[in-house]
């Protein structure tokens, strides 16, 4: 019982601390003049990413490699099949695909770099070096596509950026927005760990199954509240440029992060199943982003259907 106290205090801790981060980050783009896309493209599409950031560091440095794995891998699998599936449900999802493409390619791409390199049974910090590259291409080639503003995709940004309000207005309070947005997530990650180790020792299940659920759903609540804030305003695109801006970096950043600074051996059950449900779900996204489909209420109760169906495979079939 303590330890589930101490996952949903975890949880709180993080969430606060990455709505105080994006508010004063956001806030001081503004003031310092940052152009509204790259406070989009940077600051909202990643900076939703903070608590996967913080916890895959903790768990990193903490030597617990399954955790911070499986909070990657797990949330990306949780934004795509949980979160998406949500906002379909709450208000149909028809999109611009020409806005979206490029980062769902570049979703799927990351996923494959991932297969291949974790193809060796761990993560060392050459393949660190070769996320944070790829990371940094992809910056650049989004920023040079976008900088003119005339592309589908930079409008996308500079809505992320818009769809968060209520910003600090004084330096002072921009200042500790930040700094308290940090300290939480800090206090928040290694509050979760310390419940999520301790859950999985209870029930004998690994710590990578922790990862893959527990954690992952609760470090994805910042991309939930954009995301389904989007869907209420029937802003589809943003609902699913922001899940895809989170994939993206959870990969590329965060691994390529964690493991410069850990080489990370990667779980056996990661390598035979999630891995490749990851891969599965951002084939599934990039498909209906080219095809230009309409998401529906259907389509979202399946990609629910489908993460409850994941979620339960992972505490029986694969539990261990």
């Known amino acids: 019982m303590l330890n589930l106290l101490f996952v949903a205090v975890g949880v709180l801790l993080l969430t606060s601390g990455g709505e105080a981060l994006i508010r004063g980050s956001l806030a001081a783009a503004n003031r310092l003049g940052i152009s509204p896309l790259l406070s989009g493209l940077l600051i909202v599409g990643f900076g939703t990413s903070a608590p996967e950031l913080v916890v895959s560091i903790d ?18 699998i949780s934004n795509v099949l949980l979160i998406l599936g949500l906002c ?15 980062d769902g390619v570049t979703v799927v791409a990351a996923s494959i770099l991932f297969v291949v390199l974790v193809g060796g049974d761990a993560l060392a910090r050459a393949d660190a070096a070769i996320f944070l590259l790829s990371l940094a291409a992809y910056l650049f080639w989004a920023y040079w596509t976008e900088r003119s503003g005339d592309a589908p995709s930079a409008g996308l940004h500079v809505a992320e950026g818009q769809e968060v309000t209520s910003l600090p207005k004084s330096a002072l309070w921009i200042v500790m927005a930040v700094v308290l947005g940090l300290a939480l997530l800090i206090t928040g990650s290694q509050v979760l760990l310390k419940g999520a180790v301790g ?13 893959l659920t527990l954690v992952a759903v609760g470090t994805s609540l910042p991309e939930l509240s954009i995301s389904v804030i989007a869907a209420f305003r029937r802003h589809a695109d943003v609902a699913i440029g922001n899940i895809l801006g989170s994939n ?17 051996p990667v779980h056996e059950r990661i390598l035979q199943f999630d891995q490749w449900v990851m891969l599965g779900t951002s084939l599934i996204l990039l498909v209906f982003l080219y095809t230009g489909s309409r998401l529906g209420r259907l389509e979202g109760g399946l990609l629910l259907m489908g993460y409850i169906a994941y979620v339960g495979l992972s505490f029986t079939v694969f539990g261990t």
Do not use: Y
């Open 59 to 76: 768990a990193a440095l903490s030597e617990r490699p399954d955790i911070a794995v499986g909070n990657v891998v797990g949330s990306n």
């Open 88 to 102: 379909a449900v709450i208000s149909p999802l028809a999109v611009k695909p020409l806005a979206l493409r490029r």
């Open 199 to 211: 859950i999985a020792e209870s029930f004998g299940v690994s710590e990578a199954v922790i990862g």
């Open 248 to 264: 993206i970096f959870n990969l590329l950043g965060i691994l390529g992060i964690s493991a410069l600074l850990q080489p990370l």
